[in-house]
């Protein structure tokens, strides 16, 4: 059965990141999270049709056959690739930034098809983040984006990659495409030549430093402007990706 066969007979229904192999007969016991929004929050009964992704590119129409009060199982009806993903392959170089404004960020870049994110330690970024709250908050912002990924449609979820510096981060980019946020250049963006995969980078509130903005030009990222106002660090990546997308990618 095909995603469109499914959705077909079924119509609009939940769709849950669930990691694990799929495979058509078998039963799958729900994670506590998973299982707590099917039946507390969605109040969804047994015999109920639901859309499982694993994170890695697959899909699963289930439905639930068992709703107890220690588990939920679904059973594995149909098995089919997911089609959620762009063309252009974008890894995100996001500074971090203060409160809920980095969610923001990650939630609409992995909206966008962004394919990787990796939080940066910038010069003028005042977050620094250690030990067990720098591991909380990794794991926090990967459940951002595996919660986008549910309400996009998307069957990957992009990595977002333990912070580490923009010094380490340039030094690893091989994307033959690499663009860099700043106002302060005559730069708009433009159709290329269509790569396959790209770099871009977002600086913190204050913008990159005159040394961030030297080692990402040593580092062949090309000065990107945006227009004359100067946009919040989370709403940057949103018109960037969005712009991306469009001239090289799937919007």
Same mark, same amino acid.
């Given at each position: 059965?095909? #995603?469109?066969? $499914? +959705?077909?007979?079924? %119509?609009?229904?939940?769709?849950? +990141?669930?990691?694990?192999? /799929?495979?058509?007969?078998?039963?799958?016991?729900?994670?506590?999270? =998973? &299982?707590?929004?099917?039946?507390?929050?969605?109040?969804? %009964?047994?015999?109920?049709?639901?859309?499982? /992704?694993?994170?890695?590119?697959?899909?699963?129409?289930?439905?639930?056959?068992?709703?107890?009060?220690?588990?939920?199982?679904?059973?594995?009806?149909?098995? $089919?690739?997911?089609?959620?993903?762009?063309?252009?392959?974008?890894?995100?170089?996001?500074?971090?930034?203060?409160?809920?404004?980095?969610? +923001?960020?990650?939630?609409?870049?992995?909206?966008?098809?962004?394919? &990787?994110?990796?939080?940066?330690?910038?010069?003028?970024?005042?977050?620094?983040?250690?030990?067990?709250?720098?591991?909380?908050?990794?794991?926090?912002?990967? &459940?951002? !984006?595996?919660?986008?990924?549910?309400?996009?449609?998307?069957?990957?979820?992009?990595?977002?990659?333990? =912070?580490?510096?923009?010094?380490?981060?340039?030094?690893?980019?091989?994307?033959?495409?690499?663009?860099?946020?700043?106002?302060?250049?005559?730069?708009? /963006?433009?159709?290329?030549?269509?790569?396959?995969? !790209? !770099?871009?980078?977002?600086?913190?509130?204050?913008?990159?430093?005159?040394?961030?903005?030297?080692?990402?030009?040593? #580092? &062949? /990222?090309?000065?990107?402007?945006?227009?004359?106002?100067?946009?919040?660090?989370?709403?940057?990546?949103?018109?960037?990706?969005?712009?991306?997308?469009? +001239?090289?990618?799937?919007?």
């Amino acid at each position: 059965m095909l #995603a469109t066969d $499914w +959705y077909a007979r079924h %119509g609009k229904m939940p769709r849950l +990141y669930v990691p694990g192999v /799929f495979r058509p007969g078998d039963e799958v016991v729900l994670p506590e999270g =998973p &299982a707590r929004h099917v039946t507390r929050v969605l109040r969804l %009964g047994e015999g109920s049709p639901l859309v499982l /992704f694993d994170g890695n590119g697959h899909e699963a129409g289930v439905r639930l056959v068992d709703v107890g009060r220690k588990q939920t199982t679904v059973g594995i009806e149909a098995v $089919w690739p997911g089609n959620g993903e762009s063309p252009l392959a974008v890894h995100l170089g996001q500074a971090i930034s203060k409160g809920d404004r980095m969610d +923001y960020a990650i939630q609409k870049a992995v909206e966008l098809g962004v394919s &990787a994110i990796t939080p940066l330690y910038t010069e003028r970024g005042d977050v620094r983040l250690k030990g067990d709250r720098e591991a909380k908050k990794l794991a926090h912002w990967q &459940a951002v !984006a595996a919660s986008a990924c549910e309400q996009s449609g998307r069957a990957f979820v992009p990595p977002v990659n333990p =912070p580490i510096t923009l010094k380490a981060w340039l030094e690893a980019r091989q994307e033959p495409l690499r663009l860099m946020l700043h106002l302060a250049t005559g730069h708009a /963006f433009d159709r290329q030549d269509r790569p396959t995969s !790209a !770099a871009l980078l977002i600086g913190p509130e204050g913008g990159l430093s005159e040394s961030d903005i030297d080692a990402a030009q040593n #580092a &062949a /990222f090309k000065p990107l402007t945006l227009g004359p106002r100067v946009l919040r660090t989370e709403t940057a990546p949103v018109v960037a990706l969005t712009l991306l997308q469009h +001239y090289l990618g799937d919007l």
